[in-house]
């Protein structure tokens, strides 16, 4: 059609003239419109492909899996099946962030709606909701689920049962979803889908003569999946002609629309122009603009009852987006849904320009993330060290890391990251709580020893699958880390899993890097919040010539003081110039107690240079000289550290 149109434009206007084939000419012009008509008639024929599809014909899943099983690889193929995407068009279509392509992960959680012809002869209204694997982006998880009525459970043919696949199962689980086995990866050399099979009955016990065996990468069997889901998967409970009750599952800033919601219209239907209202905020607002991702924003008249899809509200500040709240139509009250559990940020840093940064540049790079990560706390600090900064609260040590790299990749910012701590709670004597999340406001010794009634440290229960021949090198290190044995299960072929109660300090100190490296690579980790418990910490500060270096001060448990004010201390001193006084370098545990100590020598001027060698009265009175002048500058000198010497040290933790 599109060809004829444009061989009837050209017989109409004759020879080319001069202008109409350059860019913007009329030629150019007649070619846009008609695309752009085009794509406007496609729009309208989905639109009412999707209205002539009753609830009872919606089916909303997502995927449950460890990362790196195949997601979004799988994701792909299921669009390209529905014709959403031309084959081969894209790669990880629903991981639209540089970073989640760059390290093969999914960090956001996002939806994609597909129309299937079922083999009945009947359209399906299909809502897929793509979910993160790693475990610091559980709440994105919860979010998605929450939104389903069934996921495909899968398993790795090569690796088998991992820890975060039974994280993810049993967060499913417990939500009531309709679990797919399927077994992705069968085309690798080295699959075992026997043992994958039986570890799916055993661990999970569902029945493995449902499960199905695909290869997502080569597409192998991938379409017999839409009809299980068709088939296994309960549609939507909700009343379109119900009151509008819709929940907030996600959302994201744009520069354009302002706060861009994700929403799950549970009942009723919520169209351009209605006006509706948080039930949390009581704010009302017009809606600007409704549609489902396909996979981009695609604007229809309504979304109704069942289906996932964006609304746009003209909101100005993602802070009043609170996920898990209901939106209703103003002026009908409804119940509200019950909303998801918000996660507190389990681990915090504290982040500052680097030197030649601007500070306002950064901030407002920062506050344009968290726009789109609410899961990310933001607090100003300010430290001695290092001026004016932040302090973030994050999910987990890889939660952190990817933020600091869309910091530095997509805005191209550079700044110092301070060692990673997690919350402390201190029990105060008259029965009251707090919980401290910088080194700075833990407690001096002599107010702990009169008014604190107890510190407590937080625990998570990890779960830790890995080889058998390796269970005795995770125990070693689960001790050396001050672990607790829960349980150890042998699973079929092999594996082996171990749970342990461990101190989320020592989990957020490179514990995963480590457990990879006791297992060769082959160990997996997934844990999950399990309270605090009493321990006795103290803050560990690291001194230049009697001065506190507030930025790299931390709380530890007190078994690890000696050790860590060692390292500190030789670490410290390889970046510290020389002076032209002595400087001091100490640990210091509780406020008082010195653990270790390091000394630069003094940077010495040869005050004899000039003199005869038989001058020896002369040569004695200058160096007594030299001497004294080198006491009193040590008395009166300020130690200049370069911004250098705290990045090289605080290296490590990145």
């Given at each position: 059609m599109l060809i004829i149109a444009r061989r009837s434009i050209a017989r109409f206007l004759g020879p080319p003239k001069i202008g109409l084939g350059v860019p913007g000419g009329p030629l150019r012009r007649g070619y846009a419109q008609i695309r752009v008509t085009e794509q406007k008639q496609a729009s309208e024929a989905l639109q009412d492909q999707i209205r002539a599809i009753p609830i009872e014909r919606y089916r909303n899943f997502s995927i449950v899996a460890h990362v790196d099983h195949g997601k979004s690889t799988l994701s792909d193929r299921l669009l390209e099946l529905t014709g959403v995407i031309e084959k081969g068009s894209n790669k990880q279509v629903l991981d639209r962030l540089d970073v989640e392509r760059e390290r093969g992960i999914t960090v956001k959680a996002q939806t994609c709606t597909m129309v299937y012809k079922h083999s009945d002869g009947l359209d399906y209204l299909l809502h897929l909701v793509d979910t993160p694997g790693h475990v610091d982006f559980r709440q994105e998880v919860s979010r998605s689920y929450a939104s389903c009525g069934g996921a495909l459970l899968l398993v790795d043919a090569s690796q088998g049962v991992q820890a975060q696949t039974v994280a993810n199962f049993y967060l499913a689980y417990s939500l009531g979803l309709e679990l797919i086995p399927v077994i992705n990866k069968i085309d690798l050399p080295h699959a075992d889908i026997p043992r994958a099979l039986e570890q799916i009955e055993n661990t999970f016990e569902l029945d493995p003569s449902k499960a199905i065996a695909i290869s997502a990468k080569t597409g192998y069997n991938v379409d017999t999946i839409l009809p299980s889901i068709v088939e296994s998967i309960p549609h939507p409970t909700g009343k379109v002609d119900a009151p509008l009750k819709a929940l907030l599952v996600d959302s994201w800033y744009d520069n354009y629309l302002g706060v861009v919601l994700l929403m799950h219209v549970v009942d009723g239907s919520v169209a351009k122009g209605q006006r509706i209202v948080s039930a949390h905020t009581k704010l009302r607002y017009e809606v600007k603009?409704?549609?489902?991702?396909?996979?981009?924003?695609?604007?229809t008249r309504n979304l109704t009852a069942?289906?996932?899809?964006?609304?746009?509200?003209?909101?100005?500040?993602?802070?009043?987006?609170?996920?898990?709240?209901?939106?209703?139509?103003?002026g009908q009250e409804v119940e509200p849904l019950p909303g998801f559990e918000e996660v507190k940020p389990m681990?915090?840093?504290?982040?500052f320009p680097a030197e030649g940064a601007s500070f306002s540049s950064l901030e407002e790079s920062i506050e344009h993330l968290t726009l789109n990560d609410r899961s990310v706390t933001l607090q100003k600090e300010t430290s001695n060290a290092l001026g004016q900064g932040w302090r973030l609260g994050f999910l987990g040590t890889l939660h952190a890391s990817v933020f600091r790299e869309r910091l530095e990749k997509e805005h191209g910012e550079s700044l110092i990251i301070t060692a990673p701590t997690v919350p402390y709670k201190i029990v105060w004597r008259d029965g009251s709580e707090e919980v401290v999340t910088n080194p700075d406001d833990f407690p001096d010794p002599n107010v702990i020893n009169s008014k604190v009634a107890d510190l407590q440290e937080p625990i998570v229960e990890a779960i830790m699958t890995m080889p058998q021949e390796y269970l005795g090198n995770v125990i070693k290190l689960c001790e050396n880390n001050r672990g607790e044995q829960v349980d150890i299960q042998f699973l079929t072929s092999g594996q082996a899993m171990?749970?342990?109660?461990?101190?989320?300090?020592?989990?957020?100190?490179?514990f995963f890097g480590k457990l990879k490296g006791a297992t060769r690579g082959y160990a997996s980790l997934d844990y999950e919040d399990a309270g605090y418990m009493p321990s006795k910490i103290v803050k560990l500060e690291l001194l230049v010539n009697g001065k506190g270096i507030d930025a790299l001060a931390q709380v530890m448990h007190i078994s690890q003081v000696d050790a860590k004010g060692k390292e500190w201390v030789k670490r410290f001193k390889q970046y510290l110039r020389f002076q032209l006084f002595e400087v001091i370098i100490q640990a210091r545990a509780n406020g008082s107690k010195i653990v270790a100590r390091e000394t630069i020598k003094a940077k010495r001027?040869?005050?004899?240079?000039?003199l005869h060698?038989?001058?020896i009265s002369r040569r004695q009175k200058l160096l007594k000289k030299q001497k004294e002048g080198k006491k009193q500058m040590r008395s009166i000198g300020n130690v200049q550290i370069p911004q250098e010497a705290y990045q090289s040290f605080l290296a490590r933790h990145d």
């Amino acid at each position: 059609m599109l060809i004829i149109a444009r061989r009837s434009i050209a017989r109409f206007l004759g020879p080319p003239k001069i202008g109409l084939g350059v860019p913007g000419g009329p030629l150019r012009r007649g070619y846009a419109q008609i695309r752009v008509t085009e794509q406007k008639q496609a729009s309208e024929a989905l639109q009412d492909q999707i209205r002539a599809i009753p609830i009872e014909r919606y089916r909303n899943f997502s995927i449950v899996a460890h990362v790196d099983h195949g997601k979004s690889t799988l994701s792909d193929r299921l669009l390209e099946l529905t014709g959403v995407i031309e084959k081969g068009s894209n790669k990880q279509v629903l991981d639209r962030l540089d970073v989640e392509r760059e390290r093969g992960i999914t960090v956001k959680a996002q939806t994609c709606t597909m129309v299937y012809k079922h083999s009945d002869g009947l359209d399906y209204l299909l809502h897929l909701v793509d979910t993160p694997g790693h475990v610091d982006f559980r709440q994105e998880v919860s979010r998605s689920y929450a939104s389903c009525g069934g996921a495909l459970l899968l398993v790795d043919a090569s690796q088998g049962v991992q820890a975060q696949t039974v994280a993810n199962f049993y967060l499913a689980y417990s939500l009531g979803l309709e679990l797919i086995p399927v077994i992705n990866k069968i085309d690798l050399p080295h699959a075992d889908i026997p043992r994958a099979l039986e570890q799916i009955e055993n661990t999970f016990e569902l029945d493995p003569s449902k499960a199905i065996a695909i290869s997502a990468k080569t597409g192998y069997n991938v379409d017999t999946i839409l009809p299980s889901i068709v088939e296994s998967i309960p549609h939507p409970t909700g009343k379109v002609d119900a009151p509008l009750k819709a929940l907030l599952v996600d959302s994201w800033y744009d520069n354009y629309l302002g706060v861009v919601l994700l929403m799950h219209v549970v009942d009723g239907s919520v169209a351009k122009g209605q006006r509706i209202v948080s039930a949390h905020t009581k704010l009302r607002y017009e809606v600007k603009d409704v549609g489902i991702m396909y996979p981009d924003k695609l604007s229809t008249r309504n979304l109704t009852a069942g289906q996932v899809g964006y609304v746009v509200l003209g909101m100005k500040k993602s802070s009043d987006a609170h996920i898990g709240d209901t939106f209703m139509s103003h002026g009908q009250e409804v119940e509200p849904l019950p909303g998801f559990e918000e996660v507190k940020p389990m681990v915090f840093v504290g982040a500052f320009p680097a030197e030649g940064a601007s500070f306002s540049s950064l901030e407002e790079s920062i506050e344009h993330l968290t726009l789109n990560d609410r899961s990310v706390t933001l607090q100003k600090e300010t430290s001695n060290a290092l001026g004016q900064g932040w302090r973030l609260g994050f999910l987990g040590t890889l939660h952190a890391s990817v933020f600091r790299e869309r910091l530095e990749k997509e805005h191209g910012e550079s700044l110092i990251i301070t060692a990673p701590t997690v919350p402390y709670k201190i029990v105060w004597r008259d029965g009251s709580e707090e919980v401290v999340t910088n080194p700075d406001d833990f407690p001096d010794p002599n107010v702990i020893n009169s008014k604190v009634a107890d510190l407590q440290e937080p625990i998570v229960e990890a779960i830790m699958t890995m080889p058998q021949e390796y269970l005795g090198n995770v125990i070693k290190l689960c001790e050396n880390n001050r672990g607790e044995q829960v349980d150890i299960q042998f699973l079929t072929s092999g594996q082996a899993m171990a749970k342990y109660k461990i101190p989320l300090a020592h989990l957020v100190d490179d514990f995963f890097g480590k457990l990879k490296g006791a297992t060769r690579g082959y160990a997996s980790l997934d844990y999950e919040d399990a309270g605090y418990m009493p321990s006795k910490i103290v803050k560990l500060e690291l001194l230049v010539n009697g001065k506190g270096i507030d930025a790299l001060a931390q709380v530890m448990h007190i078994s690890q003081v000696d050790a860590k004010g060692k390292e500190w201390v030789k670490r410290f001193k390889q970046y510290l110039r020389f002076q032209l006084f002595e400087v001091i370098i100490q640990a210091r545990a509780n406020g008082s107690k010195i653990v270790a100590r390091e000394t630069i020598k003094a940077k010495r001027k040869d005050v004899l240079a000039k003199l005869h060698a038989s001058d020896i009265s002369r040569r004695q009175k200058l160096l007594k000289k030299q001497k004294e002048g080198k006491k009193q500058m040590r008395s009166i000198g300020n130690v200049q550290i370069p911004q250098e010497a705290y990045q090289s040290f605080l290296a490590r933790h990145d």
